[in-house]
Structures are given as structure tokens and as C-alpha cells.
């Protein structure tokens, strides 16, 4: 496989990265080579074979519909780079 | 001459009457302070896992029983992947390949009668934030209580071919969701919101056209004024021969227009898969069959049942059943003062009035369907009249009084006693001697001058049907 | 150096129960010697001397508790596991500053038993490395030979517990995170069958193949840490619904491998290990032998297969799991963002190292339109058959038995080039990940050519931690004990 600078670029977008031309082309190189290699999963028959997603046996747990207040707004808070004592701070969404 | 026939579905959103929110332990309460109602799960913060909410899964199979569909015991959540500043995860628990319903449909009236409208399928997920925007700070302010409140999400088939259609369903959809109590249905606050998909088609064409979503319609009117301005809009492009735009837009009821939303930003890809912090959801038989036993009667059905059972008319069996509290009102009233018809004027009239004027509901109504039904019965039997009943109605209602003990306090007890009514008949004539002239002379109308006489003399507790039989006696 | 630092974690633990030392004497010892070797060695990203003095003297104040279990004992905790209060960067200028209001139950569970922090540990940004030398702040040396990696993702912890700053330090591990690092350092550590131990609190990197574990000097000292953090946790969906059995009783009673059938997978014993490290690890099998073990010849099939699909599903799932590090309610903010789309991209580009960024596009790229069913489902799929064969071997034998590396401990600034590489060198770890399973890499000796610390791994079955402890145990009686390390 050939991973373009632009298909490069667009899965970037998707993970929200903004990688400069040199990084872009950096990371292109990079992708291409792992993704190949990744390719190499084609050589296994895996017909009728469920995938597993979790090595897990057990079914979801569930828990009771009460309400539990274990934390106070500020703790919420305390980390946001801008917060006013009530919200988190964004630039304006148009 | 339509030459153009709409195709629309609905994706409804309802918010889940749980107490607490679907993966965590925090309130679902409107209405409280700016991120009162958040922890470290519902917020995001790192390390934080989600834990589900046993009434989520409930209320769901609940919904997609009442309304028809099968019930996938085994179902998966699947984060659906996008960035937003009110979503702190950067994705959705939601469910996608695997969802807990599939199929159904219900039936609503239209102009021409009945008709079958199809669901595709029904989910559970998370409901995301809210952003307030600022012009004046060139700020949003973000505030996550309604972040990770459960909601399920009901995907219609494009059955719909008009307006008016679209709003039947959601009000019945609506209705049957609060029926079985797993939505408050209140859409001023955001628990059920609505997505419309319209499209068109030449009439005839078996082709569904391209089609725009309206989203976030949260009222029976904007639905249907929404849906009406899309259809008109779509219409003149085809007209003109231009092509509708694939996209989604957004209602402003000011302008009454839809306007595009998302000309700028790329088509989502949001690269579902299944969730591996939870594990799939496994009901048991047992489960779904405790669940099916626990849903009451529908409202369809009940609607039904008023006019069969108890002779009402059909719009009178509309309005008793349009909310459930206000249907199991009536009917307690009607068992215990067994005259289902006078219970439904009493509870259409005087008590939706004064319902309506206090902004209660049936369920926590002070005047106890108890003690309605006494006050219709003695109604009936004439310890007081119709007239009186719905003067001392406001009083009775308010402070929930017993109305037999209220009228006897009062003593307002009507006067049935033929001889007490006579001498205060006999006083009236006697005072107005004119008007009995003239009234022997031909001026009927003085009836209505003597009867208010009498009624008040006796302070209104007068039997009216005693008094003019006696009043026609006496003048004849 | 100190005799109490030379202690084990247990026989620390007893002198404390007994009152033989105070917990102030205990945590002053590691103290010391972190004053004395963290120059060189650099595997601590926070210190809370004060917190733990407190603490110690509190504990000291009330006595020595039955109920403790690691009363007065000083830990330290890898920076990817929250600790209430305490800075937790996961080794990233993303979360530089980012203190939780909240902990792991892990931790909440040392802290029950008494346990004494002592601060949070180096390792590869976001868990994403072998070597820790993706971390943001600094790079952690090797005590046994100070130009050398200690390993990663875990090599603050590894290189800690090596350097004798603590008993006890927890690591994390996704694809070998404690394992490999352990090898390196010439520790024991040990990762849990997935869902033995609560992942609440623990930064998500590859959610179905997180666990956090022990790394300690010996068996015994592991198998006290695992009962202790271990046990289902109603916080974690994925915590599996089993006891805790009392693995330290299990460890103490084993004394010899009669009957014990260790399985040897062809795959694990083949080409691309360096001579000395087969060699010092069929000196272990030999030994084992010796104590009464069947060597049992088995195959895993779909090994080679192992890397690709483990670094589909992990970044993959890392690529969502980071999604959350948006710049708006923690963490790293860009300056002055014009809009929203500014805030998230810089933001994030800023924040994360290239590593870190190099995953989470893949994992994106993965999981997107077109590519999901060729890369991701094909990559469970292979999942599937790799579990299966383990689940085949342990039909054959009661423990499996592989080097945890290709090599020893490698340079520093050696192998950054080209991250395929290093990726590859994670080839005898990542399978047991992808199976869910448990499984532990011991010191097993020093290399001939470099003297540097081999170690030798054993995987069990689902919950079978007993089994794997106990060989452990037994083998380390048997085989030499490491000297000091070399470095320090």
C-alpha cells in the first residue's frame, strides 16, 4: 500500500492533529510502513471466526438507579484551563 | 395537483425517567445549577470507566415492547467518535451494529384513517451537554448536567407523507411513552426531541429522492412548520431543476425557515466500534417477561375502552387519554361515582380548568378522584345543585375538602323540601305584585325575574327544578 | 546502603507488623536511597516526601494494624494510575499540571492497607513505547548500566524497584508494559489476568488490554501486592466477578515443580533472540527440571500474527481513548485559540508527543470508512485464534514457559529511528495481552555478553496466578540470585 501526504492529512483531521508539512510528510512514511505491515493479517483465513473484542466472559453488570454525589463542582472544575466558577470556557461555536 | 409527494422519517430522542444518569451516579434532574450534577465519569476525566444503569436497558425493552418491536436480548454499545466541546470524551456511548430493539411501528389517525407507521429501530445512548453561547464574550460556556443522561433514540421508517402525518406520530409516539412511564415527554425541557428526514419524490416515482434532516425540533409546531418549509423549499429547487443538497439544517422559528448547518464541515465519519469498557448486555427471559407483564394498557387501547365501555364519544375519549394520570383519573372517578358520563364533563370541564390554572397534573391533583366522584353524586341526587357544585368546585378543589362535609359546613345543602321552597315562593309573589300582574298579563319573561328572586332568598340553595314547577302552579 | 532497602517487600512488611521498624524509619530508608540514586537513575516524575512523612507518622502514631496488610510499607506508583491529589501526567506535557479529585480503587486499596506513597514514576507517554524514552520529561536509566534504557512502558517503576527506592511500584501493562521493563531491570513483574484487577482510575491506552500489576524483587513479594490491589470492582464493567484467593499462602507452600507440566512454544525459542539470552533462559528450563518439571514441546500458531493485531486493536482503541485530551475541561490548552476547530487541533498537536501522535492517527485511520472490517475486525478475528491457541496449549501443560525479550536492555537513543522496529521487539509480550491472560517475567539470570539482567516469563491460564507464582518462587530459590545492580 501507498499512503498519500493527503490521506495522511485527512485521518489527522479525524484525530483532530494539525501536523506541519515536514510532520505530515514524516508521519505519511511512517503510516505507510505500518499499515503494510499491518496488511499482513490478510494472509489468515479467519472465515467463520467471530471476532473478539474483549477477553471478557461475563455479561454487563449492572447498578441500581440511585443518585450518589461523591465529587463537588469546584473538584470538576479545578483543572479547566479557563472556567468561571460555574463553566467550562470555550471560544465562541458558531 | 402535488406533483411532488414527501417521504419523511423522524429520529426522536427521549430522555429515560431514571433518577440517575445511564453510566454513572449523578442526578438527572432539570434544571439544576451549572455542573452540579457532574462527576468524574460523566465528565470525562481520565482513568474514569462507565458503569450501566439497570432501569436504561428496563425502560428501553419497556418502549420497544409497547410499540412493537422485537427484543434483542443480547445487545452491544459502540462509541460513535466525534469531537465537540460538549461531548468530554470525544465520543458517544451509544449502540450501532447490535441495537436492544428492532422493527415495530404504531398507528396514527390521518385524514383518511388509519395508518401503520414502521420503526427501524430503537437504541439506547448518552445524551451529550449543553453550550451556551456568548456574542458579547466571544465565549460558549459549556455545562455537562445533561451529559450521560440516558435516552433512547427512535428511528421511524420513512412512512410519513405529510406534515401532518409526522406530528400524529410523535403525539402518539409521545403519548404511548409517557403511558408506559419511561419519559416524562415534556419537550419545553428537552426530554423528547425530534430529527425530521425530508424528501421528494415526483408522484409515482418509487425512488426516494435526496433528502435534508432538520434537527433538534422540540415542539409539536415547529415539527410541523419545519417539515412544511422544507417540503416547499425542496420543491421549488426541483422545480427550478436544481438538485436538493444532501446535508443537515437547522429550524428558526422566527424566521419560520430552515437554514443549512453544516455547509463547512466534512461529512462525519464516525468510526463505530464496540465499546471495550462495557461488556454486551445480556437480558434474560425472565427479565423481558417481568418487564412485558408491567406495561399498562395503551393509549390506543384505552382510548378504545372509553368509548366501548363507557358510551363516551370518541373526542371525549381523546382528550381523557391524552395524558395517563388524567386517564386513570377519570376512570377511578367514574368507578366510584358510577356515572361515567357525568364524570367525564366534570373532569373535561371544572378540574382540567382548574388543573390547567394551578399547573398541576392529574397525579397530583389535591382534589382526590374520591372525592370528585362525591361531589358528583351529590350532584345527582340533588343535595345541591349543578350550579352550586361548580361555584363551590375552585374551593373544594384547591383545599381538597371532602364536598359532602364543605357543603354541610356551609350549609348549602339544597332545598328540596317542597314546602320550605313554597313559603319562600309564596314571599316573592307576595313582595312583587306588579310583576304578577304583569305577569299574568302576558309578560312570561318575569319568570326569570322571580326565580333569581327566590334563589336569592334562599341563597341559591333553592331545588331550580322545584321552584319553577311551584312558581307555574302558583301563577297559573 | 541501608539494610532496610536490602529487605524483600514481605520481610519489610513483617519488621513493620511487628514492630521491629516504624513505618518513619521504613519510608526515611527510601528516602535515602531515592536522594542517592535518582540523579543517575531519574525514574521519579513527583516526590511527595511531606505527604508520605505525614502519613508515616500518622501511621506510626496509631501503631502497627492487623488489618493492614502493608502497613507502613513505601510504594511508588506508575504516573498513569491516578492517586487523589497528586500530579498524573502519564509521562505526557498534555496533562502537565493535572491533579485528579479521584483515585484508582487500586490505590484506594494500598491506601486501606496502609501502604505509604511515595510518589509517581517515569514511563512512555500515554503508555506508548518500550524503552520510556517517549516520555515528555525525561529519560530513566537503567541501574544496572546507566547508557542503557530500563525498558517501558513501566521503566520508572522497573528501574525504582531495581534501584531499591521501594518494594513495591505499579506498572502498567498493555502489550509487555511490565514484563519487558521487569526483564530489563532485573525484576518481577507481573501482569493479571484482564479483569483481575480494577482498571478505575487507571489512564485508558488500549482498554481491553490494560491491567495493572506488581513489580517487585520476588515472587512472594508479588503475590502480596496482587492480593492486595486485586478484586472485583463494581466501578469497572470489565472487573471479572471472582475471589481473591490468598496467593501469598499459595506462593509460601510451593516448593518444588513435581508434576508441573511447562509448555515451550516453539515460536517463543526459535529465531532473533540474542545467544545470551537463550542461553540463560534454557539454563532456567533446565533448573526447572531439575525441581520436578515435565518440559512439554507446544505450539502458538498464530504468533507471527501477534504484532500486527496488537497494534490495530491498541491504537485503535488509544486513538479513542484520547479523544478526551481536548484541551477544554484539562489539560493542556493552546494560547489564544481563534476558534473551536483551533482549540482541539493545537491543542492536541501541542500536547502530545510524536509517538502518541504517529498511534492515534493509525488507530483513526483503522477505524474509519472503509478500513474497519480490513483492519480492525480482521485484527479481532486473529485475536480470537491467537487466545485459542493458548487456550489449545493449556490443554497440554499447566504453565507456558518464553524469553520476555528478544535482547537486553538496549541504548539509549539506540532504537528511536524507526518505530516498526521497536514494535517487533515486543513479539513474545503482546500475545498474552490479546488473550486476556496472566503472566509474569522473573530475573533468570545475567546476560554472558552484556551483564545485563534476562528474564524469563510464565503465562497461565485465565485466573491461574497461583500457578505461575509458585514457579516463579521455586526457580528463584533455585537459580542465582542477581547481585546489585551493576550501575549504581
Known amino acids: 500500500m501507498k499512503l498519500s501526504p493527503q490521506e495522511a492529512a485527512k485521518a489527522a483531521k479525524l484525530a483532530r492533529l494539525r501536523p506541519d508539512e515536514n510532520e505530515l510528510a514524516e508521519l505519511a512514511g511512517h503510516m505507510d510502513s505500518i499499515l503494510s505491515y499491518m496488511e499482513t493479517l490478510g494472509a489468515v483465513d479467519t472465515s467463520n471466526v467471530e471476532p473478539l473484542y474483549s477477553p471478557v466472559e461475563h455479561a454487563a453488570p449492572m447498578r441500581d438507579d440511585q443518585t450518589v454525589k461523591n465529587c463537588e463542582r469546584d473538584e470538576v472544575l479545578a483543572n479547566a484551563p479557563q472556567a468561571d466558577g460555574r463553566f467550562f470556557i470555550v471560544p465562541k461555536i458558531v | ?163 401532518e402525518e409526522a406530528v400524529a406520530y410523535l403525539r402518539e409516539l409521545r403519548a404511548i411513552l409517557v403511558y408506559i412511564g419511561v419519559c416524562d415527554g415534556n419537550m419545553e425541557e428537552g426530554s423528547l426531541r425530534c430529527d425530521a428526514n425530508v424528501s421528494l419524490r415526483p408522484v409515482g416515482r418509487e425512488e426516494f429522492g435526496i433528502r435534508a434532516e432538520i434537527k433538534n425540533l422540540n415542539s409539536f409546531r415547529h415539527v410541523q412548520r419545519a417539515i412544511e418549509f422544507e417540503i416547499e423549499r425542496q420543491a421549488d429547487l426541483l422545480d427550478d431543476g436544481e438538485e436538493v443538497v444532501q446535508e443537515t439544517r437547522l429550524y428558526n ?111 397530583n391533583s389535591p382534589l382526590s378522584p374520591a372525592h370528585l366522584a362525591k361531589l358528583i353524586a351529590i350532584v345527582e341526587q340533588g343535595a345541591i345543585s349543578g350550579k352550586i357544585g361548580k361555584e363551590i368546585f375552585p374551593e373544594i378543589f384547591a383545599k381538597g375538602i371532602d364536598p359532602e362535609a364543605y357543603v354541610r359546613e356551609k350549609g348549602l345543602t339544597q332545598i328540596s323540601d317542597s314546602s320550605a321552597i313554597e313559603s319562600a315562593v309564596d314571599a316573592v309573589l307576595a313582595e312583587n305584585p306588579d310583576e304578577v300582574a304583569a305577569y299574568k298579563g302576558g309578560k312570561t319573561k318575569l319568570m326569570g325575574f322571580f326565580v333569581g328572586k327566590i334563589m336569592q332568598a334562599t341563597k341559591g340553595q333553592a331545588n331550580p327544578k322545584l321552584v319553577n314547577e311551584l312558581l307555574r302552579k302558583k301563577l297559573s | 546502603m541501608s539494610a532496610i532497602v536490602e529487605l524483600s517487600l514481605t520481610e519489610m512488611r513483617d519488621k513493620l507488623a511487628s514492630g521491629e521498624a516504624t513505618a518513619r524509619e521504613a519510608l526515611e530508608a527510601c528516602l535515602a536511597r531515592i536522594e542517592e540514586t535518582e540523579p543517575k537513575v531519574r525514574a521519579l516524575l513527583h516526590l511527595d516526601a511531606e505527604g508520605a512523612m505525614a502519613r508515616a507518622e500518622a501511621l506510626d502514631k496509631a501503631g502497627p494494624d492487623p488489618s ?236 507471527p500474527y501477534a504484532i500486527a493485531a496488537y497494534y490495530i486493536v491498541a491504537m485503535a482503541e488509544a486513538s479513542s481513548n484520547l479523544s478526551r485530551f481536548d484541551g477544554v475541561r484539562f489539560g ?21 508527543g510524536a ?101 524469563l516469563q510464565l503465562f497461565g491460564p485465565a485466573f491461574g496466578e497461583e500457578a505461575i507464582l509458585s514457579a516463579a518462587k521455586v526457580l528463584e530459590e533455585t537459580l542465582p540470585p542477581l547481585p546489585a545492580p551493576a550501575g549504581l
Request: glycine fraction near 10%; charge should be negative.
Open chain 3, 332 to 352: 493542556h490548552r493552546t494560547k489564544d485559540p481563534a476558534d473551536i476547530l483551533e482549540l482541539f487541533e493545537r491543542s492536541r498537536t501541542e500536547g502530545f
Open chain 2, 1 to 163: 395537483m402535488p406533483r411532488y409527494e414527501p417521504v419523511i422519517g423522524l429520529e426522536v430522542h427521549a430522555q429515560l425517567r431514571t433518577q440517575s444518569k445511564i453510566f454513572c451516579g449523578c442526578s438527572t434532574r432539570f434544571g439544576a445549577d451549572p455542573n452540579e450534577n457532574v462527576c468524574a465519569v460523566c465528565s470525562g476525566m481520565p482513568g474514569v470507566l462507565p458503569v450501566l444503569n439497570a432501569k436504561a436497558p428496563e425502560f428501553a425493552a419497556k418502549a420497544g415492547m409497547a410499540l412493537g418491536c422485537r427484543i434483542n436480548p443480547d445487545s452491544v454499545f459502540a462509541r460513535k467518535n466525534y469531537f465537540y466541546p460538549d461531548l468530554p470524551k470525544g465520543y458517544q456511548i451509544s449502540q450501532f451494529e447490535r441495537p436492544i430493539c428492532e422493527g415495530g411501528g404504531l398507528t396514527i389517525e390521518t385524514a383518511s384513517g388509519e395508518k401503520f407507521v414502521g420503526l427501524t429501530r430503537i437504541h439506547m445512548e448518552e445524551d451529550a451537554g449543553k453550550n451556551i453561547h456568548s456574542a458579547a464574550d466571544n465565549a460558549s460556556y459549556v455545562d455537562l448536567n445533561r451529559t450521560g443522561v440516558p435516552l433512547i433514540e427512535i428511528v421511524s421508517e420513512p412512512d410519513m407523507r405529510s406534515a
Open chain 2, 253 to 363: 422559528p422566527d424566521k419560520n425557515a430552515t437554514f443549512s448547518m453544516r455547509d463547512k464541515e466534512e461529512a462525519h465519519d464516525y468510526r463505530y466500534f464496540p465499546d471495550p469498557d462495557l461488556v454486551p448486555l445480556r437480558l434474560t427471559q425472565a427479565d423481558l417477561d417481568a418487564w412485558k407483564n408491567e406495561l399498562p394498557e395503551l393509549p390506543r387501547a384505552r382510548r378504545e375502552r372509553f368509548v366501548t365501555q363507557f358510551g363516551l364519544p370518541s373526542s371525549d375519549a381523546g382528550v381523557l387519554t391524552a395524558e395517563r394520570d388524567l386517564a386513570d383519573y377519570f376512570e377511578e372517578t367514574a368507578r366510584l361515582c358510577g356515572a361515567p358520563k357525568k364524570a367525564a364533563n366534570w373532569v373535561m370541564g371544572d378540574f382540567l380548568r382548574e388543573i390547567n390554572q394551578a399547573q398541576l397534573s392529574a397525579s
Open chain 3, 355 to 455: 509517538e502518541v501522535k504517529r498511534r492515534i492517527v493509525i488507530g483513526a485511520y483503522a477505524l474509519s470508512a472503509g478500513y474497519y472490517d480490513a483492519f480492525y475486525r480482521k485484527a479481532a478475528q486473529v485475536r480470537r485464534l491467537i487466545r485459542q491457541d493458548f487456550l489449545d496449549a493449556f490443554k497440554q501443560c499447566d504453565i507456558v514457559c518464553g524469553p520476555a525479550s528478544p535482547f537486553t536492555a538496549f541504548g539509549i537513543a539506540e532504537k528511536t529511528a524507526d518505530p516498526l522496529q521497536m514494535y517487533l521487539s515486543d513479539i513474545f509480550t503482546i500475545s498474552l495481552n490479546l488473550a486476556g491472560l496472566p503472566g509474569l517475567s522473573m530475573p533468570a539470570g545475567l546476560g554472558a555478553k552484556s551483564g545485563l539482567p534476562v528474564g
Open chain 3, 68 to 303: 493492614m496488610p502493608f502497613w507502613g510499607v513505601p510504594i511508588l506508583v506508575k504516573d498513569a494510575i491516578c492517586v487523589k491529589g497528586m500530579p498524573n501526567t502519564c509521562g505526557s506535557k498534555m496533562l502537565e499540571g493535572f491533579v485528579p479529585f479521584y483515585e484508582a480503587t487500586a490505590i484506594e486499596k494500598l491506601r486501606k492497607a496502609g501502604a505509604v506513597i511515595l510518589g509517581k514514576t517515569n514511563m512512555d507517554e500515554f503508555a506508548m513505547g518500550s524503552s520510556t524514552e517517549n516520555s515528555a520529561y525525561q529519560v530513566t536509566h537503567n541501574p544496572w548500566d546507566l547508557d542503557k534504557v530500563p525498558g517501558g512502558s513501566s521503566g520508572g517503576s522497573a528501574a525504582a524497584v531495581s534501584a531499591r527506592q521501594s518494594f513495591l511500584a505499579l506498572g502498567t501493562d498493555t502489550g509487555g508494559s511490565i514484563r519487558q521493563p521487569s526483564s530489563f531491570c532485573g525484576t518481577l513483574g507481573l501482569k493479571p489476568t484482564y479483569g483481575r484487577v480494577s482498571r478505575f482510575g487507571l489512564v485508558a491506552y488500549g482498554s481491553s488490554l490494560d491491567q495493572i500489576g506488581p513489580i517487585t524483587r520476588t515472587a512472594r513479594d508479588a503475590a502480596a501486592a496482587l492480593t492486595v490491589i486485586s478484586g472485583h470492582d463494581p466501578k469497572d464493567s470489565t472487573s471479572a466477578p471472582k475471589d481473591v484467593p490468598d496467593f501469598e499462602a499459595a506462593v509460601a507452600k510451593a516448593g518444588d515443580l513435581s508434576g508441573v507440566r511447562i509448555g515451550v512454544p516453539e515460536e517463543y525459542w526459535g529465531e532473533g533472540i540474542e545467544e545470551e539470552t537463550l542461553t540463560v533462559c534454557r539454563a532456567a528450563l533446565d533448573a526447572a527440571k531439575d525441581k520436578g518439571a515435565v518440559i512439554v514441546p507446544v505450539s502458538l500458531p498464530h504468533t
